[in-house]
């Protein structure tokens, strides 16, 4: 097997576990909690065994007895575990005793939320920085800072090699595979999306199709604010016979308890300066890779801007969609390492919007806009000069993220970074 690369929130736990008594690392299925929390546990109870579950049920007091840190990998199998852990740390507050790993928010929910005894932390699949495909020279952090420093580096990456990040995957154990193998695994996860986890999570799936066809329009409004209404008509799009909209509701919330919707909100303000923002969340599944195979796009069908058969009126480039999705999920992970929070800018009559805005500690702002080009134009900074005589001194720095080779720094002040150098 391959050695254990460095994930950034790894940095988050290191921190975290010097002075808490309990985290929980939630996320996907497939995105390496257990890898990452098992490099810190002396003890691990994999509850997806029903003998481990079995022996946690008829010994609780057990967990009071491990020494070291104790791993209680999948939780939501046994819900019950989540308030024994609590009590455990009520006796005994002392640091690093306990990690829990949980792929889904459980259908039976535990009788108390763990508040101010175990704290929630979201892990997601590999940003470019934790990919090893080059060294990131601009940090996120820098950015946040608003010094507005000059900028430097060069990126190996090209379009052709964005696009294979695209469909690569940032699920650890999906993307070393050759394409076709990593095609299989893809296809077999959505399929236990459908088959399994909806089941498991108390919500059997009547028409498997239907709940299929949404997610393909749910990937075909990556990036957008289309309604969800516009997604359950685009899923069902020639049928007399559509689901009632309280089940595609149900598609929603089964989907986020799997974590496998990652939506960016809406911004506003804090002094609320802008009364005509629209608050509606940006589409995006939590790998562009799912989004892509949902399309049934290969590198070849988004480089040539062919090959998903989707009609609808909200997906018009759907490479440049996949590539700000690519970008929304580095920037998520590198925000959490941030303490920061990120989310997106239109005004309700659309003549402004801004990709992203990363809110700091202190409330200063990064806005971000992508770019599917190597070069900029006074055209993709104009809306980050709008804001930035609408905010002031709260705008650290603006930023445009491309698919070209350099980092620089524009006359204007405006930072051009590659994708593949941002990091944390």
């Not at 736990?13 to 490099?39: H, M, N, P, S, W």
């Not at 506003?268 to 589409?283: E, G, S, T, W």
């Amino acid at each position: 097997m391959d050695p254990y690369r460095r994930r950034v929130v790894d940095t988050e736990l290191d921190e975290l576990l010097t002075g808490l008594a309990a985290v929980a690392i939630e996320g996907a299925k497939g995105v390496g909690k257990t890898a990452t929390a098992q490099r810190r546990a002396d003890i691990v109870y994999a509850l997806d065994d029903e003998q481990q579950r079995e022996l946690l049920a008829a010994d609780p007091g057990r967990l009071d007895r491990g020494r070291g840190t104790v791993l209680i990998d999948e939780w939501q199998r046994y819900p019950t575990v989540w308030d024994q852990v609590r009590r455990s740390v009520d006796r005994d507050p002392h640091a690093g005793r306990f990690l829990l790993t949980g792929s889904a928010i459980p259908a039976e929910t535990p009788m108390h939320s763990g508040a101010g005894r175990i704290v929630q932390v979201r892990m997601r699949p590999m940003s470019l920085a934790e990919r090893g495909i080059c060294e990131p020279t601009v940090s996120l952090r820098a950015l946040l800072s608003g010094r507005r420093q000059p900028l430097e580096g060069e990126s190996p990456v090209d379009l052709p090699g964005y696009v294979e990040e695209i469909v690569g995957s940032g699920f650890p154990g999906i993307r070393p595979l050759p394409a076709r193998a990593r095609r299989a695994q893809l296809d077999g996860y959505i399929a236990r999306i459908v088959e399994r986890d909806f089941p498991e999570q108390g919500h059997p799936i009547r028409r498997p199709a239907t709940l299929r066809a949404w997610l393909t329009a749910y990937a075909a409004a990556t990036a957008t604010t289309a309604s969800y209404n516009t997604i359950l008509d685009a899923a069902t799009s020639g049928e007399s016979d559509k689901p009632a909209k309280t089940t595609t509701i149900t598609y929603r919330d089964v989907l986020s308890q799997l974590w496998l919707l990652d939506p960016i909100p809406g911004w506003l303000p804090v002094d609320n300066a802008f009364a005509r923002l629209a608050q509606a969340p940006k589409h995006f599944l939590v790998d562009p890779a799912l989004s892509a195979r949902l399309l049934d796009l290969t590198p070849t069908a988004l480089l040539s801007g062919t090959g998903s058969g989707v009609r609808v009126s909200y997906s018009t480039n759907t490479l440049g969609q996949l590539f700000e999705a690519l970008v929304a999920l580095c920037i998520q992970v590198y925000a959490q390492d941030n303490e920061a929070r990120v989310r997106h800018l239109r005004t309700r009559n659309g003549d402004h919007e801004i990709d992203f805005i990363i809110t700091g500690p202190g409330g200063r702002i990064v806005a971000v806009e992508t770019k599917l080009a190597a070069t900029v134009d006074e055209q993709d900074v104009a809306h980050l000069r709008w804001l930035g005589t609408k905010v002031g001194d709260l705008l650290a720095d603006a930023v445009v993220i491309t698919t070209g080779r350099y980092a620089y720094r524009r006359p204007d002040g405006v930072a051009v970074v590659p994708a593949a150098l941002l990091g944390p």
